[in-house]
T-cell receptor, first 118, second 110 residues
């Protein structure tokens, strides 16, 4: 199988605080991990792509200083939402690919993290 | 920027009916995936198609990849309430990032 976990599954925080979300590939090594954001009743929007040991590549319009991504090992990537505001409330989903996430490379998704900023 | 469209956007049917949802792009996919997502959970991969004209079956689900690799369809036979969810197609374009479609929200009523 190819199992991806996320922690926490739900988090509620106060405005101005920072929140860290972990994404782990449990039974395979993930060369590439992706972070998505999903608003209610909408599709997934790619935020950034991270390769182990290198800086993440952010999609246009995503603030890299606000959404810090660290991919320190082949099984773990973290997303830190800094100085969170209510508009950051969303469902954050990570995925992991065994290769570079290119052609015909399947992404395996985590269960998501529901962030609510009060 | 590639645009990936899905239709219909919403679909509500009775248990036992058949349905087809579509995924279309103006660009050629190198591969395409279909996912199903339930509320509060991450997408679950259903199938990956790579070859133009390819047909794959997964129990009551039949996936077809267009000959030109610009479109795909998902057909569900005898839908059940457990099929309810958001169906997402996602495509790899040559040398570019993975792109998700807007999804088809399916509701199967008992």
């Amino acid at each position: 199988g190819a199992v991806v976990s996320q922690h926490p599954s739900r988090v509620i925080c106060k405005s101005g605080t920072s929140v860290k979300i972990e994404c782990r590939s449990l039974d395979f090594q993930a060369t590439t991990m992706f972070w998505y954001r999903q608003f209610p009743k909408q599709s997934l929007m790619l935020m950034a792509t991270s390769n182990e040991g290198s800086k993440a590549t952010y999609e246009q319009g995503v603030e890299k200083d606000k959404f810090l991504i660290n991919h320190a090992s082949l099984t773990l990537s973290t997303l830190t939402v800094t100085s969170a505001h209510p508009e950051d409330s969303s469902f954050y989903i990570c995925s992991a690919a065994k290769d570079r996430g290119g052609e015909a490379d399947t992404q395996y998704f985590g269960p998501g993290t529901r962030l609510t900023v009060l | 920027t590639q645009l990936l469209e899905q239709s219909p956007q919403f679909l509500s049917i009775q248990e036992g009916e058949n349905l087809t949802v579509y995924c279309n792009s103006s660009s050629v996919f190198s591969s395409l995936q279909w996912y199903r997502q339930e509320p509060g959970e991450g997408p679950v991969l259903l199938v990956t198609v790579v070859t133009g004209g390819e047909v794959k079956k997964l129990k009551r689900l039949t996936f077809q990849f267009g000959d030109a690799r610009k479109d795909s369809s998902l057909h569900i036979t005898a839908a059940q309430p457990g099929d309810t969810g958001l169906y997402l197609c996602a495509g790899n374009y040559y040398g570019q990032n993975f792109v998700f479609g807007p999804g088809t929200r399916l509701s199967v009523l008992p």
